[in-house]
């Protein structure tokens, strides 16, 4: 376990609830400094409850976040100034330009640095001139990194940043934020739909489903114990029913086609897949690599009542 | 503080608009003038009529509007993230958007003003004198209290229902805390009061507004539990202050009266003492108070304006009570040492308070005549144990009543025809049975004319002083039929008062220019030798401290402490001061009263009391001038 100097983030049992309703389950997770952690999860499998935690912007039900080692919630304002944030709406006053609001934020921040905001609206092609509530949905999130990024955060915050944002806006701030990587090594805690485009950033993943982290792993070494296996099966005599020959694999997800299953599994290895393929009746079997969005929807595609509404595939059926 | 500064300065430039809007309504201060064809100093104080009620109007609206929009919508919608997310602390945020509110608010206040300022050359001045600063500090005093209303009202919590209860409850304890001062008059008092609650409970809505931001951040309906939980705490605090205030207020005791002028009675060994107390401010409460036992027992308070009757030995209290009519005749039995603890109802109503009460000398019967301006009035009588109506007979309209009971079988009644602006004035007397329920006619006394009327039988009803209000003199006349026995009048002399010794003698006081003097009459009204007095512009009759020695009290000058006491031995002539300063308190008894049993009996404790110019009650020993300090504290 890494300590406080080189843990960015910290959240222990986090639990935030709304009423009788849970946002967020018992969630600990650490993020250590310069990883850049993606956070996954479908809409309201409380992702953006967890952020506003995480930025003493709402007090947990139960547990504790801490940023650097320090509690998030009572040392908030000093832990701000070593934290950006780009939130999933753009909250800045809708009156005010992009210079007004970086001229606001260097009155707050002891190491601002002015020109580097300039330049990087610039390179956005954002309006400065414009108010902030006229710009458009991809220009706000712009501007909004170009505050975050503003005082050189330790830790980087985005929520979801590229919801609503064109092709070009997504590319223009995945460069940017590889580039802040590289220069500064920035921590970065990035919830997001947009798997693709942080596929080859994130160093760690974790997947929030109904409130649960079911998921929080370096993003290597999930990438290669995912594995889509595709077959064709002798051995059962139904469509619906498939055999043991998956014994050996943890099998997330089971889909019985008419060429034969596809299935996705957890623990792949080559070893344990040649001792698969040779079982009597698999044929054709195949092994595919899978993307982060696949593993994702692999995870946490289906919600427990999806899962529960769906007839069951018994494993190991009649033969 | 610099963050404070920041964010204020942010919210002052998103709301500049404002600003603007202000100054065009500065207009219209100057407009009205040039609609209305106004010219001059008229013109000049329209504009400046206008623009100071522009300016309120403008910063109580601003204060309100955006102190219930600013902060609260930023997070109820979550936009208030955006300064979570900077280094600024939640007093930064939360004073910050106040201060830029509370700015813009004055601001477009003054801006109001601009316009009519340059116009009536540098000169804003009402007519009436008042200050536009304290009306916009008080607008201003409106956005934290806007603010935290809108926390509540913007979570749609369930919450909220809570806090109608809590507020409903504090309305309902305040309600019943205040009533007594309400019912007591005690404006100020009440008003103190008020200002220490609103204080307290703004306050509140001050740190609960604080509370909501620094607690709820983003989530309104944790801002709404901090802001509720502050809220009711604060509540409960001025709610419990008030009422530990009022009561505070209304547990003023005899010894905390500061001026005991306010209502006065002296009977036996018992006083009625009432008037302001120490830090009660303008509640005035009242009490019999025995000075033998020093025990107490609260009356209405003077405020109320209650008359209270003693009856002949100072057994029992009488007054009116209620808050409207019918007003119920209660008693309170006060011995010879306690008062009873309990305050008997009768069950004896008058439809006024100003209602003429008598009481025969055994305690039992009641006389109540209830006057009816220009209806007929109602003369009834009552056994008091009882309740119960015996009789009643009608009284002249327009008529003004005073009885009493000569004998414990017999009611005395002067019926005092005295119609607004008419002359003259005409007494007529009667005696009413109410065993046969019959009144007889006696005589009548007039006309006499309007001013200062001053009736004082004798105790056994046969004779009669009068003051002419007109001649400014007195006559004896026969106390049933009315006919003049004697005038009583010196030319050269002004009478002053004249009274009953207890041994059917009369006193008659009377100053000139430079002298006053005591003239002593036997029953018939013939002269026995005077006793002369120091030059006096004032004397009032003080009460026999024992039979035949007679306190007067003089005054050669206007001011309190001039009083002097003296004490007249009507045997020997010899006239003793008892003391600078003092004012005997029986002379209180004997104002405004046909009774003529008022005042303390000769020899009664009460008949050796004084007041002090330093408002303090104290016994005199008429033998050796030692004062004991009965009531006060200066």
């Known amino acids: ?319 | 503080m610099k963050g404070l500064i920041a964010v204020a300065r942010r919210e002052i430039a998103e709301n500049r608009m404002a600003l603007l809007a202000a100054l065009i309504a500065g207009i219209g201060p100057i407009a009205v003038p040039v609609v209305r064809n106004l010219h001059g100093a008229h013109a000049t104080e329209v504009r400046s009529v206008s623009a100071f009620f522009g300016a309120v109007t403008l910063a109580a609206g601003f204060s309100i509007l955006l102190g219930f929009q600013t902060l609260s919508q930023g997070i109820s919608d979550r936009r208030i993230g955006f300064f979570f997310a900077r280094p600024l602390s939640s007093a930064a945020i939360w004073g910050g958007k106040l201060a830029g509110v509370a700015s813009l608010a004055l601001a477009a206040a003054l801006l109001v003003t601009l316009p009519a300022f340059l116009v009536n050359g540098g000169n804003l001045a009402v007519d009436w004198g008042w200050s536009l600063w304290p009306f916009l500090a008080l607008s201003l005093l409106l956005i934290p209290l806007s603010f935290a209303l809108s926390i509540p009202i913007r979570s749609r919590s369930a919450l909220i229902g809570a806090d109608f209860l809590v507020f409903g409850l504090a309305a309902l304890v305040v309600a019943l805390a205040a009533r007594p001062l309400v019912r007591a008059h005690a404006t100020v008092a009440l008003r103190w009061g008020w200002i220490g609650l609103a204080l307290i409970v703004w306050l509140g809505f001050l740190v609960a507004g604080y509370r909501a931001v620094a607690r709820g951040r983003t989530d309104i309906r944790a801002a709404h539990r901090a802001a509720s939980r502050i809220l009711w705490l604060f509540t409960a605090i001025g709610v419990l202050g008030f009422a530990a205030y009022t009561r505070f207020v209304l547990s003023a005791g005899p010894e905390d009266l500061t001026d005991q002028w306010g209502e006065t009675m002296a009977k036996g060994s018992w006083v009625v003492v009432g008037g302001a107390a120490r830090h009660r401010f303008d509640y005035q409460p009242r009490f019999a108070y025995n000075m033998e036992s020093r025990q107490s027992r609260r009356l209405p308070d003077v405020s109320t304006d209650t008359r209270l009757f003693f009856s002949h030995e100072a057994k029992t209290l009488l007054w009116f009570e209620g808050a409207e009519p019918p007003y119920e005749l209660v008693t309170l039995t006060v011995g010879r040492q306690a008062a009873s603890a309990e305050v008997r109802h009768t069950r004896i109503f008058s439809s006024s308070r100003w209602s003429q009460v008598a009481l025969s000398a055994d305690d039992r019967w009641l006389a109540l005549a209830q006057p009816k301006g220009k209806e007929p009035g109602l003369l009834s009588v009552y056994e008091l144990g009882s309740g119960r109506f015996l009789a009643s007979t009608p009284l002249s309209p327009l008529t003004h009543i005073r009885l009493f009971f000569p004998r414990s079988d017999l009611l005395r009644v002067y019926e005092i025809a005295d119609v607004p602006g008419s002359n003259p004035v005409r007494i007529r007397i009667f005696d009413f049975d109410w065993a046969a329920r019959k009144a007889t006619a006696g005589g009548e006394i007039g006309p006499l004319g309007t001013g200062w009327l001053l009736l004082s039988p004798s105790p056994d009803g046969n004779r009669l002083l009068v003051r002419d209000p007109v001649k400014r003199s007195f006559f004896l006349a026969d106390g049933r039929s009315g006919q003049t026995i004697a005038a009583l009048f010196a030319p050269g002399w002004k009478a002053r008062f004249a009274m009953f010794l207890s041994d059917g003698r009369i006193s008659l006081a009377e100053t000139n220019e430079t002298q006053a003097r005591f003239r002593i009459l036997d029953g018939h009204g013939q002269e026995t030798p005077g006793i002369g007095l120091p030059y006096a512009e004032t004397i009032f009759p003080g009460g026999e401290i024992s039979p035949g020695k007679l306190v007067v009290a003089l005054r050669a000058k206007a001011g309190v402490s001039a009083w002097t006491s003296l004490l007249v031995d009507l045997k020997t002539g010899g006239v003793k001061t008892l003391g600078e300063g003092l004012f005997p308190l029986a002379t209180f008894s004997y104002w405004n009263t046909t009774d003529p049993f008022a005042g303390p009996s000769p020899g009664s404790p009460a008949s050796r009391l004084f007041f002090t110019p330093d408002h303090r009650l104290v016994e005199v020993d008429p033998a050796t001038g030692v004062r004991k300090v009965i009531l006060g504290n200066g």
């Open chain 1, 1 to 319: 376990m890494s300590t406080p100097q080189e843990t960015a983030v910290s959240l222990e049992g986090l639990t935030v609830r709304y009423g009788k309703s849970t946002a967020c389950e018992d969630v600990s997770l650490s993020i250590a400094r310069g990883a850049v952690y993606a956070l996954l999860g479908r809409n309201g499998a409380g992702k953006s409850s967890l952020v506003r935690c995480l930025l003493g912007q709402q007090k947990p039900s139960a547990g504790r976040a801490l940023l650097f080692g320090r509690g998030v919630w009572s040392e908030r304002t000093a832990l701000m100034a070593r934290v950006g944030v780009v939130p999933e709406e753009p909250d800045a006053p809708p009156a005010m330009n992009a210079l007004q609001l970086s001229d606001f934020c260097r009155r707050l921040y002891p190491r601002w640095n002015q020109k580097e905001v300039e330049d990087r609206l610039a390179r956005f092609g954002v309006s400065v001139r414009n108010s902030f509530g006229r710009l458009s949905k991809g220009e706000k999130g712009e501007v909004m990194l170009a505050l975050a990024l503003g005082h050189g955060p330790e830790l980087l915050v985005l929520d979801d940043p590229t919801l609503g944002l064109d092709l070009v806006a997504r590319k223009a701030l995945y460069e940017d934020l590889v580039g802040e990587l590289a220069d500064r090594g920035t921590t970065v805690l990035i919830t997001t739909h947009d798997l693709s485009g942080i596929e080859g950033i994130a160093t760690r993943v974790g997947i929030l489903k109904e409130g649960r982290l079911v998921l929080d792993e370096d993003a290597e070494t999930l990438k290669s114990r995912f594995r889509r296996i595709r077959y064709g099966n002798q051995i059962t005599e139904t469509r619906s029913a498939y055999g043991t020959e998956l014994d050996a694999f943890e099998a997330v997800k089971v889909k019985v086609r008419g060429w034969g299953v596809d299935a996705v599994v957890s623990n792949y290895n080559d070893l344990s897949f040649e001792r698969f393929r040779s079982t009597d009746g698999v044929v054709d079997a195949e092994v595919a690599p899978m993307s982060l969005e696949e593993i994702f929807l692999a995870v946490a595609g289906e919600s427990s009542a999806e899962k529960a509404a769906e007839t069951p595939i018994a494993k190991g059926g009649p033969r």
